[in-house]
């Protein structure tokens, strides 16, 4: 794939949010979040949003400047209204209000209302991760899966992260989305013109298919069968129910405006339990039970959830990868605003 210097791909990204309306803090939030997903090798939730992203603020519905507005407060909570706010921007709002809380109280949780899209959900419980606590990240999204047993999309993609620091070295971060595969991930194969693994969406009859065009116009199959549509559910409970946000097939698919995706965010300060170096202490204990358990045939380790993604960041510190198809998008989207591509390394 080819690659680019991350400093001047995360400052590209920023000139062209800037382009498209946005003032520098917003589009410099808004390239980290995006680049940063990129680095992880999660292609799907990287700059390939940059289309979607930047149309949501020409058209005016991510206005820049803007931050949530206070609902209501308690002592362990918030409730926040995006009102126009981009959801990446948004969503480290309400996570970092959430820490601040949660250093107060011991355990917190912030709700966004109408948020919108926020790209990768392990991006903002790491925030917490990062300030020692456990982080957690949900949203809800606009409907792609279908209850089980059923073929009509009714439910979100709706994506949980888990984030718990460690002593040394990266956070353990369990970061998923609901079905099998991500949406994005389906259209990047459409993009690549591959059909589909077995078990990854219905057409729109109800049919399995392997056809990421009829995938699209179909829905996606959750995670775990059954059970994965449960959590679907659980999530739209935990997002837009419990805020008064939308929820079901009322979220937009602009992933801004008044019935765009919700957000929620809980962090832990392990400080109000017990002893922080206890703590590290069992996470380590924990850790090195499981990468030490014996492997089965064909494998060669246990990972760890997030570990995978670390290990790409780390690999990829001074450039990233990019897909010849998402580098194509982004070309696409540079030349209606003016700008010119991406300078590719060396």
Known sequence: MPRYPAGELRGWVARLFEAAGLDAEDARLISDVLVSADRAGVHSHGVVRVGAYAEL????????????????????????DAEGCPGPVAAVDGMTRCVEKA????????WVRSGGHFGRAGYYAEIAAREGLVGVAMANAAPSLAPWGGRERT??????????????????????ALSVAAQGRVRLAAERRERLPAGWALDPHGHPTDDPQQALAGTLLPVGGYKGYGMALVVDVLTGVLCGGS??????PLRGSRYGASHAFFAVDVRHLRGPSEFFTDVERLVHMVKGTALAPGYTEVLLPGE??????????????????????????????????????G
């Open 155 to 176: 439910l979100g993609n709706n994506p949980v992260a888990v984030a718990v620091p460690r002593r040394d070295g990266p956070p353990i971060v369990l970061d998923m």
């Open 57 to 80: 603020v020409r058209s005016g519905i991510w206005r820049s400047g803007v931050r949530p507005r206070l609902v209501r407060e308690g002592a362990a909570f918030l409730l926040l």
């Open 247 to 252: 929820f079901g097939r009322d979220v937009s």
């Open 308 to 345: 995978r993604e670390a290990r790409c960041t780390a690999e990829q510190t001074d450039a990233v990868e990019l897909p010849e198809e998402v580098v194509a998008q982004v070309r696409r989207v540079a030349a209606l605003l003016g700008l010119p591509g991406p300078r590719e390394e």
């Open 103 to 110: 250093r107060r109280s011991g355990l917190a949780g912030v």
